[in-house]
């Protein structure tokens, strides 16, 4: 087991640097959540019980799917301190066999971080269910696509997100410069993108120090100005948190209501990034930032948001920078872009480590990774993927001309991947945890409901830019899949043609091989045995050396193989080793 205990300093010093990693995307959305919620049919309903509809249905979505989903469930479900629905899928491997990769052998099961104390209870229940899943071929790669989609939509996150942060953070400049053309901001969107990605081949840790105090600072700003309108504008706005305004909302907005659900979704963007990157800090230290600074600032925005509109909504589609303060305006938008850049720099590293991660169980054809730090193992650079990463993103900023088509794309990637994350969490609860079947089935359908709802909403706008996602996810996933198909064929080929030592050791006099002073390493996918490879190299060099040692460097699913444990040297004939 990874040691992950830590004193009330250490999660202390790890709440603040999650800040400047974790919250950036979820903190910025107060940008755009209103903007994209009244942007079709719903800005005919201007009555202050249609905002305070729309502002409850916020607070309960935040509520519902950030703080109890992901922030007091999800963070348990951690795989030896790592999350991310890479982390789900190991567990699920691991605890009910679900795994597709040829080359497990019985010593994966004696690492230390195999098996975890807390999941060794097992429900009669679900351990018929699972032998059921076990034994059927087809769950196991519905199970692995399903995988490979999430994780897509994830990579698509990583070219979306900096796009409407950025360029919803410029758009602010038109709120004080109406007549500044549209081309112009875009202009110096795109700028600010390309920089992005060109100084990622530098590293993030030179800067990264910077990021959570400009996010703490950005928080703490955007709840003042929204007490500050709360007070001015509507003090009664505090009544809009009760769920029965949710009801008046659909009762006076029925279609265009449940339409509007798309712009409403956009409130837990960033909600997945509190799992997937819980291996950087612990789960005390996130709970801690966002129960104290996130989850408060941003409540409080929304209803200083609410209470701005309810008495000047036909700033509606500016509502964020229309309600700040004349003497405010500029350092908060200067707070607002370096905000936008932070959470962009966080999700493109994410999505830099999300395809190391699909690299290392072979479903992604092979890239250069680059380590940039000789301290922080996550700290990592592939240049191939910034590079698409950037051609995406600036296409999307310029082929997006309504930046609320962006953020219908935008709200469809994250929903889906939320969508799929719950029900890999059902089974989680099931399957490893080893609760009743009811129970995960409670989870998935409470939580699934409220998703498959926005859903149907984001679906609807698909015409409207969220089909890009989708058609580049599905694009991704089969790239990703037929790659993983090809590699299990290629190790299954290896395997089944592996050429026994006996037959070796018959050969070798008649050979007449020189045999040089040396060490000599053949590189393997074989976790044992003798690849048919090696039979060439005796048939068709004319020396080799004295000693041989079969490498094999093979990918385990879990997330940390203790340094001591990182070996396995087996002999397989005399004189000769497996390493």
């Given at each position: 087991m990874v040691d992950r205990s830590y004193q009330c300093k250490d999660v202390l010093i790890?709440?603040?640097q999650s800040f400047g990693v974790l919250f950036g995307d979820l903190s910025i959305s107060p940008l755009y959540v209103f903007k994209s919620t009244f942007s079709g049919n719903l800005s005919n309903y201007q009555s202050e019980d249609v905002i305070f509809g729309a502002l409850s249905l916020i607070f309960w979505t935040l509520t519902l799917l950030s703080l109890f989903k992901h922030v007091i469930i999800l963070l348990n479900a951690d795989d030896n301190g790592e999350g991310g629905i890479f982390a789900l899928y190991s567990l699920l491997c691991r605890h009910a066999k679900f795994s597709l990769l040829p080359n497990h052998q019985t010593a994966d099961e004696e690492l230390s971080t195999y098996h975890n104390?807390?999941?060794s209870y097992r429900n009669p229940q679900s351990l018929?269910?699972?032998?059921f899943a076990e034994r059927h071929k087809k769950a196991k790669t519905a199970l692995l696509l399903l995988v490979l989609f999430g994780t897509c939509l994830l990579i698509c996150v990583g070219f979306l997100t900096p796009a409407i942060s950025i360029r919803s953070a410029i758009e602010g400049v038109k709120v004080r410069s109406s007549e500044l053309h549209y081309g112009v901001v875009l202009i110096i969107a795109c700028i600010l993108l390309v920089g992005l990605f060109v100084l990622q081949h530098r590293g993030t840790y030179r800067v990264a120090f910077m990021f959570a105090p400009i996010v703490i600072l950005w928080s703490l700003s955007i709840a003042a100005i929204g007490v500050y309108n709360i007070l001015k504008w509507n003090p009664r706005v505090y009544k809009a948190l009760s769920p029965y305004y949710i009801y008046t909302f659909f009762r006076d907005t029925r279609y265009d209501g449940w339409i509007s659900l798309g712009g409403v979704l956009l409130c837990v963007t960033g909600a997945e990034a509190m799992f997937a990157d819980l291996g950087q800090y612990t789960a005390a230290s996130i709970r801690l930032s966002f129960f104290c600074i996130i989850y408060p600032c941003l409540v409080l925005q929304y209803m200083g948001q609410a209470a701005f509109l309810s008495k000047n909504f036909a700033a509606v589609s500016t509502s964020f920078y229309a309600s700040i303060p004349d003497s405010l305006f500029w350092p908060v938008l200067v707070?607002?872009?370096?905000?936008?850049i932070v959470a962009s720099q966080s999700v493109i590293s994410a999505t830099f480590s999300i395809v190391k991660q699909c690299y290392a169980i072979g479903c992604f054809p092979r890239v250069k990774v680059v380590h940039k730090s000789k301290w922080f193992r996550g700290q990592i650079y592939i240049p191939e993927i910034n590079w698409v990463l950037l051609v995406l993103c600036l296409a999307v900023t310029v082929g997006f001309r309504d930046i609320n088509h962006l953020g219908n794309a935008y709200g469809l990637t994250y929903m889906s991947a939320m969508f799929l994350t719950t029900w890999l969490t059902a089974l989680i609860i099931n399957f490893?945890?080893?609760?009743?079947?009811?129970l995960a089935l409670l989870f998935a359908l409470f939580f699934g409901?409220?998703?498959i709802i926005f859903l149907s909403s984001s679906f609807i706008r698909i015409s409207k830019g969220g089909w890009v996602p989708l058609v580049l996810s599905v694009i991704f996933m089969l790239i990703m899949f037929v790659w993983h198909y090809g590699s299990r064929k290629k190790y299954l080929y290896d395997f089944h043609n592996k050429v026994p030592m006996k037959q070796i050791l018959t050969l070798g006099p008649?050979?007449?091989i020189v045999r040089v002073p040396g060490i000599g390493l053949i590189f393997t996918a074989l976790v044992s045995g003798v690849p048919a490879t090696f039979t060439r190299f005796l048939t068709n060099l004319p020396t080799f050396y004295q000693v041989a040692v079969f490498v094999c460097e093979k990918t385990v699913l879990v997330p940390y193989v203790p340094q001591k444990e990182r070996y396995l040297?087996?002999?397989?004939?005399?004189?000769?080793?497996?390493?």
């Open positions: 790890l709440a603040y104390p807390r999941y018929t269910v699972k032998r707070m607002a872009t370096l905000a936008a490893v945890w080893g609760q009743s079947l009811v409901s409220i998703e008649s050979l007449g040297i087996g002999r397989i004939g005399p004189k000769s080793f497996r390493i």
